[in-house]
Nanobody, 122 residues
Framework: VQLQASGGGLVQAGGSLRLSCAAS??????MGWFRQAPGNEREFIAA??????PYGDSVKGRFTISADNAKNTLYLQMNSLKPEDTAVYYC????????????????????WGQGTLVTVSS
């Protein structure tokens, strides 16, 4: 099983990026995006599951998570980017079906991509 994240890069504040996470080896009922800036804990961004699509408060209204089941790929559309969005972004998936209350918790995920760096300049 492998999760391959891509799409990061350097963008000016106010710009947009779309991250992709290609899954191979199996399909997942739930998947999520997290990010981690230097010196910070891993932060929940968004998740997609049969129960819904929760978002972290810091990205609500600016980021959109989606999935293409035919391609087994997860996406994160990021708009109105801010310098504080600068971080390494990770996609993740649990081994089984995840309860709604656990979607925001990085420790509940079993599989992680390698991360893709997003840098937002002011």
């Amino acid at each position: 099983v492998q999760l391959q994240a891509s799409g990061g890069g350097l963008v000016q504040a106010g710009g947009s990026l779309r991250l992709s996470c290609a899954a191979s080896g199996r399909t997942f009922a739930s998947m999520g995006w997290f990010r981690q800036a230097p010196g910070n804990e891993r932060e929940f961004i968004a998740a997609i599951s049969r129960s819904g699509t929760p978002y972290g408060d810091s990205v609500k209204g600016r980021f959109t998570i989606s999935a293409d089941n035919a391609k087994n790929t997860l996406y994160l559309q990021m708009n109105s980017l801010k310098p504080e969005d600068t971080a390494v972004y990770y996609c993740a998936a649990p081994h089984g079906v995840m309860a709604w209350g656990l979607l925001r918790k990085p420790g509940a995920y079993d599989y992680w991509g390698q991360g893709t760096l997003v840098t937002v300049s002011s």
